[in-house]
């Protein structure tokens, strides 16, 4: 199993649509977890931080589940300027790691 | 803002070349990324520093070697540059187990 998965995408919707990606991960210590936005040809950027149950920023919110092992991601009433692709990222926090382990990502394309 | 820096955003090399990419952050942050990202196979770890004059090997390390000699600094050497290096790299800083902060990338082809 790899220690980060995600759905594999891409996920095509119009504009308005809710979506949801989901990503599992497989070190049941891993105290925090990201998610980032990549535009293409573009650097990761960080898009929201999930260090408790879960995380609410406007139109997007991170839900996490310690027991089942996963992390969602919904956004709201997508816009065209959400196509990107969203990377989980995980940091598995053993001892004073300071490495963050990473998704391959999912690609949305938000459609006119 | 944190702001993280990279030598260049293009870079053409021949085979067999030495090549230094260069990344500056303005953070202070104590540690220090350099990242390849491929089609396919997402980021991938090269090395990692967590102080001045400290390296550590992450997932792909062969053919690459670093350098930090001053806190905001991380260099990343190819010492003969091959083909298969042919890739996007992305430095990244942060602080403590936190969130980390990319560089622009800098796309290198070598020929």
């Known amino acids: 199993r790899k220690e980060v998965e995600q759905d594999p995408g891409p996920f095509n919707v119009p504009e308005g649509a809710t979506v949801a990606f989901n990503c599992t991960y497989s070190n049941s210590a891993s105290q925090s977890f990201f998610w980032y936005r990549q535009d293409c040809r573009k650097e990761p950027k960080l898009l929201m931080s999930?260090?408790?149950?879960?995380n609410e920023d406007g139109r997007f919110t991170a839900q996490l589940n310690r027991a089942s092992q996963y992390i969602s991601l919904l956004i709201r009433d997508s816009k065209l300027s959400d196509s990107a692709t969203y990377l989980c990222v995980v940091n598995p926090n053993a001892g004073n790691n300071r490495k963050l382990i990473w998704g391959l990502g999912t690609s949305l394309a938000v459609n006119p | 803002d944190v702001k993280v820096t990279q030598s260049s955003r293009y870079l053409v090399k021949r085979t067999g070349e030495k090549v230094f990419l260069e990344c500056v952050q303005d953070?202070?942050?104590?540690?220090m990324f350099w990242y390849r990202q491929d089609p396919g196979l997402g980021l991938r770890l090269i090395y990692f520093?967590?102080?001045?004059?400290?390296?550590e090997k992450g997932d792909i390390p062969e053919g690459y070697s670093v350098s930090r000699e001053k806190k905001e600094r991380f260099s990343l050497i190819l010492e003969s540059a091959s083909t298969n290096q042919t890739s996007m790299y992305l430095c990244?800083?942060?602080?403590?187990?936190?969130?980390?902060?990319f560089g622009p990338g800098t796309r290198l082809t070598v020929t």
């Open positions: 953070m202070d942050h104590e540690n």
């Open positions: 990244a800083s942060s602080e403590g187990v936190h969130e980390q902060y």
């Open positions: 520093s967590y102080d001045v004059k400290m390296k």
């Open positions: 999930v260090y408790s149950s879960g």
